[in-house]
């Protein structure tokens, strides 16, 4: 496949399929990330050749040469998204063409192959037309979407590699934090960054998920659900969560994230919420917040909410703050207005429930 040629799916149903008395008990209480539906899509990719032979087959493992390039030089791209389904019965994308956006750009960084954007959209949808059943009911419900792509080639070589995988696989999701929507508490990294200027940061690749976890398994040990991370280079300024943008909420109606300088990742979310937070009147500012005035703010209360969001979680109050010499709470520890009303707003439009003036609401199904 190569400029506007259109790619077809060859439709292969699973014959061994989970029955439905099984999958509702499965549905019952999904979790996250740990139930996966009877389906996946496989697309290859080779030098010359392009994009080809792409299938919607049973979700199987998938064999792999020793030797296969992801293996040894990490070349591997991801993307997250949700299918709703909502109260007509309709099934919906949140913006599917913004995750097509940045798999390209995740893409270009990592030296692999561009997917046309119109491809990607369509093996979601392929995806979620043959395994509609498993999108499970309830207000913090939805199917989890997982495409990526991975370097298949089987060589030992530090260059490009000439072959790919790509893939979609899907996970029935309820609320992304045990309990549900509640105040996290958050630990401030000493030791630890994630990415440095000229890096991969704003790439969403497995890499920076890896240099995370030790950070991530620090903040556990300290009794915090989420790690923060600070700039590279100054140690001072607060980049992103482990897998999360964070927004600062201040006493004047101004709403604050860290600006994308190539160390952040271009959250869909984040983007979504500078849009509605101006809408509703909100000051809306891209610009670095060090994490000694978000101390002193918060304990003057000039600071009055913080927040995190993805696509996972969706906008999660940071309530509050750890860090080596001590801790401090955000708004008293509780969940403030604002944040509460840009998470309505934002789970509102994304379930149809509201009115979506900006065309971000894709219907499948």
């Given at each position: 496949m190569s400029g506007g040629d259109k790619l077809d799916f060859e439709i292969r149903p699973n014959p061994a399929a989970v029955s439905a008395a099984d999958r509702a008990a499965l549905l019952a209480n999904p979790g996250f990330g740990r139930v996966f539906t009877d389906h996946m899509v496989t697309i290859r990719y080779a030098e010359g050749k392009g994009w080809y032979d792409a299938r919607v087959e049973a979700r199987a493992p998938i064999p792999m040469d020793p030797a296969a390039a992801v293996l040894h030089y990490a070349q591997e791209i991801f993307e997250g998204l949700k299918a709703y389904r909502t109260t007509d019965g309709a099934v919906t994308m949140f913006r599917p063409e913004a995750n097509a956006a940045r798999f390209i750009a995740s893409a270009g960084r990592m030296a692999m192959p561009e997917?046309?954007?119109?491809?990607?959209?369509?093996?979601?949808?392929?995806?979620?037309?043959?395994?509609?059943?498993w999108i499970p009911d309830g207000p913090d419900a939805s199917l989890y979407l997982r495409p990526f792509m991975f370097a298949s080639e089987v060589f030992l070589g530090v260059r490009p590699a000439n072959e790919y995988l790509y893939c979609v696989i899907a996970s029935p999701a309820g609320a992304y934090f045990t309990g549900g929507v509640k105040p996290i508490?958050?630990?401030?990294?000493?030791?630890?960054?994630?990415?440095?200027?000229?890096?991969?940061?704003?790439?969403?690749c497995g890499g920076n998920y890896a240099t995370s976890l030790v950070a991530q398994a620090e903040a556990i040990e300290a009794g915090c659900d989420q790690v923060v991370f600070l700039d590279a280079v100054e140690r001072r300024f607060v980049d992103e969560l482990g897998g999360m943008n964070v927004f600062f909420v201040y006493d004047d109606d101004t709403l604050v994230t860290p600006p994308l300088t190539g160390t952040i990742l271009p959250g869909i979310t984040r983007d979504a919420i500078l849009t509605l937070a101006a809408e509703s009147g909100l000051r809306t500012q891209e610009r670095p917040v060090s994490f000694a005035d978000w101390q002193a703010d918060a304990a003057s209360g000039r600071l009055r909410e913080v927040f995190a969001c993805g696509t996972a979680a969706v906008i999660t109050p940071i309530g509050r703050v750890k860090f080596p010499d001590g801790e401090f709470l955000v708004g008293g520890g509780e969940p403030g207005r604002t944040t509460n009303a840009l998470r309505q707003q934002l789970v509102a439009i994304q379930r149809g429930e509201a009115e979506d003036r900006h065309g971000w609401v894709r219907q499948v199904l």
């Open positions: 997917l046309p954007a119109e491809t990607f959209v369509e093996s979601l949808r392929q995806l979620v037309e043959i395994d509609r059943e508490t958050v630990w401030v990294s000493p030791d630890y960054t994630r990415a440095a200027p000229g890096g991969t940061g704003a790439a969403k």
